[in-house]
């Protein structure tokens, strides 16, 4: 689907799934499209089954998301925005964050593998507290760092750490964090 939708400041627009399962949109080049959009937040969807990204994010400033879930080639796809969050996500699969033109991109207690960001490091980006799969990277211009590398070069998630995490059935939408422990 896709959604041009401007709220303000003090009344942004909010996306939000049901509150015992998440809304889950399954297939297509991609699963939801965010172009022209301001003051939005999306909270508690899942994306599936997308060939190219299960979110995109363009030409858009002020935009949350939340509390959602994405299994595919790329998670969330930003170009062109400002004010960017990205909060609490399970990003599964290949790319789970992909950053072009982003000024102001705030990444925040998300699972994640994979980080691709345009030049060295976008205007504005704060990066903590995220679980990195222990084979995570992230990509700046034509180099990959891992999370050591990537804190030592950048400041950034200095908090986060990396573990294994699994889940329950990403290609259903269900994100659950499955207990391995035993």
Known sequence: GRLSVRG??????????????????DGGQVGLSLEGCAHLVLDSVNVVGATRAGLLVAKSER????????DGPVGIEAAGCSGVEVFHNALHGGTGLRVENVKAL????????????????????YS??????????????????DLAAWRKRSGQDVHS?????EFDAPARGRFYVVDNTA
Do not use: K, M, Q
Not at 106 to 125: K, M, R, W
Not at 161 to 165: L, Q, T
């Open 106 to 125: 705030h990444v925040s207690g998300n699972i994640l593998s994979v980080v691709a960001l345009d030049g060295d490091f976008p205007e504005g980006l």
């Open 8 to 25: 303000t400041r003090s009344a942004p627009v909010v996306i939000r799934g049901r509150s015992v399962e998440p809304v889950v949109f």
């Open 128 to 145: 903590d507290y995220n679980c990195w799969s222990p084979d995570g990277f992230v990509r700046t211009g034509g180099s990959s760092h």
């Open 161 to 165: 750490v990396s573990a294994r995490v």
């Open 63 to 70: 935009v949350t998301i939340r509390n959602c879930g994405f």
